[in-house]
Structure formats: C-alpha cells, structure tokens
C-alpha cells in the first residue's frame, strides 16, 4: 500500500496508516483504520480512489461490503500490535527442569 486517501479530509497520501500531512489525522479508532486500509491502492486503483476522496471532501459517508471490513477487522489485533498500540503477547515462562536459574 503506497497511495492513500485520508480518512479525515480526502487528500491524497502516502501510506493508509501514516498522519495525513493535510490535516495531520491519524487513525486511531477501529473504524477509521479499516477505512484506511480499504481507501488505498491495494483496493481500487488511481480514478476510483481520485473520487472516493473527492466523496470525503464533500462530506459523504463512505460504506463498504460488510465481508470486506469484516476480514480487515480480524487483521486488526496483529495490526494494532505492529503499530505498538495493541497488547504483546506474555512472556513465555520457562518450565523446563534443566535451567535451575
């Protein structure tokens, strides 16, 4: 994902996840993240994202098939942890009887 519409204020952008240097919007929300990552080129190609951000501009709300924000949904926890705004994983805690320290 290289090309992106911000959320926020419909310019166009590098990265679904970066802070739009328009409006310096950064998503935070559930919501506002699955939109990043669908308002980008790995979704809809050069025209379709040049009007999707002209929709944002305008103020129209953007709606999306229910499967596809679904299975982004589920990426998000990984995602959340990539970004460090998610919980890591617990320390493995050794059981083994050969490290008596």
């Known amino acids: ?22 409006c310096e ?23 379709r994202l040049n009007m999707l951000a002209t929709l944002i501009k305008e103020g129209t709300p953007l709606q999306f098939p229910d499967e596809l924000r679904a299975r982004l949904a589920a990426t998000l926890p990984d995602l959340k942890r990539m970004l460090g705004r ?13 490290w008596p320290f």
């Open 86 to 98: 998610g919980p890591l994983s617990a320390p493995r805690k050794n059981k083994s009887r050969w």
């Open 25 to 47: 919007a950064t998503p935070s929300s559930d919501d506002d993240l699955i939109t990043s990552l669908i308002i980008t080129d790995s979704h809809f190609d050069q025209e």
């Open 1 to 22: 994902m290289t090309k992106a519409v911000c959320y926020r204020c419909g310019e166009l952008k590098f990265g679904a996840l970066c802070r739009c240097p328009e």
